[in-house]
């Protein structure tokens, strides 16, 4: 159990146009989902949290009119990127936690975005 | 907000030798830390988490961890390191502290080579 898809797994988009990206709880319901960049050969940092209903709420220095999150359901969040420039090229991980696994974080396999 | 610090960045061992992944934590409360394990290309997997129970933690594919509060640490071994355990490998803390509740602070992450 706790399995977390994410979708597409890798996505080239032409600079100016925006990209969707899923992130699924597919055997539980998430009530917290986080969204993580990572840079090649860099470590994962944290973009945002988002909960069920609600608006996410975004770490510093990230541009959330840029990265538009949107927790729609317990099993469902979105990242839309928007307006990519190849600066925003990155590896995109999502995460979900639910009370009934003890907050443990289970984390998607990533989206692979290259903005040409 | 709660920190860790990877000491290595990149650790080379020969096949069948011990693995020791050194981290440091900075918290002012008691810590919840984890070990992920990223191979290239794949998603995070959990390795082990320690929650304030036993300080000997075991995690999968033969590693453990001891949580030292004295030395502020949370070192990660194995006694005999397999080629199949090169990845990057990363030391989390989970930020209690912050905004975003539950939210994981990744460390810089420490390469792990396995030769022959």
């Known amino acids: 159990g706790a399995v977390v898809s994410q979708h597409p797994s890798w996505v080239i988009c032409k600079s100016g146009t925006s990209v969707k990206i899923e992130c699924r709880s597919l055997d539980f319901q998430a009530t917290t989902m986080f969204w993580y960049r990572q840079f090649p050969k860099q470590s994962l940092m944290l973009m945002a949290t988002?909960?069920?209903?609600?608006?996410?709420?975004?770490e510093q220095g990230v541009e959330k009119d840029k990265f538009l999150i949107n927790h729609a359901s317990l099993t469902l969040s979105t990242l839309t990127v928007t307006s990519a420039h190849p600066e925003d090229s990155s590896f995109y991980i999502c995460?979900?936690?639910?009370?009934?696994?003890?907050?443990?974080?289970?984390f998607g396999p990533g989206t692979r975005l290259t903005v040409t | 907000a709660q920190s860790v610090t990877q000491l290595d960045s990149h650790v080379s061992v020969s096949e069948g030798t011990p693995v020791l992944l050194r981290c440091n934590y900075s918290?002012?409360?008691?810590?919840?830390l984890f070990w992920y394990v990223q191979h290239p290309n794949k998603g995070l997997q959990l390795l082990l988490k320690y929650t304030s129970a036993a300080t000997l933690v075991k995690g999968i594919n033969g590693f453990e961890a001891e949580f030292k509060k004295s030395e502020t640490s949370f070192h990660l071994t194995k006694p005999s390191a397999h080629m199949s355990d090169a990845a990057e490998y990363f030391c989390?803390?989970?930020?209690?502290?912050?905004?975003?509740?539950?939210?994981?602070?990744f460390g810089k992450g420490t390469s792990l080579l396995v030769t022959p």
């Open positions: 918290s002012s409360y008691s810590p919840s």
């Open positions: 988002s909960n069920e209903g609600s608006k996410a709420t975004y």
């Open positions: 995460s979900a936690i639910t009370p009934g696994k003890g907050y443990e974080q289970y």
């Open positions: 989390v803390v989970s930020d209690r502290g912050s905004n975003s509740g539950y939210a994981l602070n």
